[in-house]
Nanobody, 113 residues
């Protein structure tokens, strides 16, 4: 089982980024999938989730700006991030609750003014 995030980078406030989480070892539609983020010096926070049956949740701080989805043809979890704010700066992690919980290594997102 492996989760590998990509798509992070640096962007100005108001910009957009699209994160991907390529999964091997299981089918993403068979497991609950999540995005978390951790800013420097802070705890890891929930961002979004898409459950195996399709229910989607967002943290209040990203609602109406971020969109989570699954590309089942590529077995990849996606996170489209629009209207990025400086407070969105963090390392973003994808995770699954299957297999006792598995995490990717994270991808850095930096938003500047």
């Amino acid at each position: 089982v492996q989760l590998v995030e990509s798509g992070g980078g640096s962007v100005q406030a108001g910009g957009s980024l699209s994160l991907s989480c390529a999964v091997t070892g299981f089918t993403i539609s068979s497991c609950d999938m999540e995005w978390y983020r951790q800013a420097a010096g802070k705890e890891r926070d929930f961002v979004s989730s898409i459950l195996r049956w399709g229910r989607i949740r967002y943290a209040d701080s990203v609602k109406d700006r971020f969109t989570v989805s699954r590309d089942t043809t590529k077995n990849t979890l996606l996170l489209q991030m629009n209207s990025l704010q400086i407070d969105d700066t963090a390392v973003y992690y994808c995770a699954t609750t299957c297999f006792g919980g598995k995490w990717g290594q994270g991808t850095q997102v930096t938003v500047s003014s």
